[in-house]
């Protein structure tokens, strides 16, 4: 079966920090991978969507990126982080054999906090 | 106005009650319906996934599509403490190229 991890669980850093989010997905090949943000009692607003190794399409200009080195993983950077990045990060894969593409199933998700 | 409109709730109910929760949309070229539940600091789970209009049922959960109207349901049936989370509604068209559009979702509060 297919398991999804993400990495830390929570974290706190202050204003003009660096990030880096890690999302590893298990027991699936060539999976489409998204990032999304979710802000308290909002809805989800997807941030970066990847179908391929290297292939990273933006949806939201701002500054964070999105890197895919590998089939199975997925990052989710910034250089300096803001205080309205802070929210609750969640990566998804979409690909089962046999089921839509629409289909996406989560991570358990990071919550950060920006000081 | 909003591709997706979900009444944020939230919405508090007695157990063993049945629960209707909705969506509305504005794009008819939605063709993929889907509802996820969240738990508080969980990630969405899928819940039920519908293709164009029709019912689904699952257990005691039941999808309904109108197309005609571009409304969406999930009803819950005998519901229970433990379905107390926030649902989100999600759909896309044939060629999203696998994007969802996404409502806000509705806090749902099942009281013993």
């Known amino acids: 079966s297919q398991t999804i991890h993400q990495w830390p669980a929570t974290l706190v850093q202050p204003v003009g920090s660096p990030l880096s989010l890690e999302c590893t997905v298990e027991?699936?090949?060539?999976?489409?991978l998204y990032w999304y943000r979710q802000a308290a009692g909002r809805g989800l607003q997807l941030l970066f969507y990847?179908?391929?190794?290297?292939?990273i399409s933006s949806e939201v200009p701002q500054n964070l990126s999105a890197s895919r080195p590998q089939d199975r993983q997925f990052i989710l950077s910034s250089k300096k982080l803001l205080l309205s990045d802070s929210g609750f990060y969640l990566c998804?894969?979409?690909?089962?054999?046999?089921?839509?593409?629409?289909?996406?199933?989560f991570g358990p998700g990071t919550r950060l906090l920006v000081l | 106005q909003k591709e997706v409109e979900q009444d944020p709730g939230p919405l508090s109910v007695p157990e063993g009650a049945i629960v209707s929760l909705n969506c509305t949309y504005s794009?008819?070229?939605?063709?993929?319906f889907m509802w996820y539940r969240q738990y508080s600091r969980k990630g969405p789970e899928l819940l039920m996934y519908?293709?164009s209009s029709g019912n689904k049922e699952d257990g005691r959960f039941t999808a309904q599509v109108d197309k005609s109207s571009k409304y969406i349901s999930l009803f819950i049936r005998d519901s229970q403490p433990s379905d107390s989370a926030t649902y989100l509604c999600?759909?896309?068209?044939?060629?999203?190229?696998?994007?969802?559009?996404w409502g806000a979702g509705t806090k749902l509060i099942i009281k013993p």
């Open positions: 999600a759909m896309s068209t044939m060629d999203s190229n696998y994007q969802l559009i």
């Open positions: 794009n008819s070229a939605f063709q993929y």
């Open positions: 519908t293709y």
């Open positions: 027991g699936t090949s060539n999976p489409n």
């Open positions: 990847s179908v391929g190794i290297g292939q």
């Open positions: 998804a894969w979409s690909g089962t054999p046999g089921k839509r593409q629409e289909t996406q199933y």
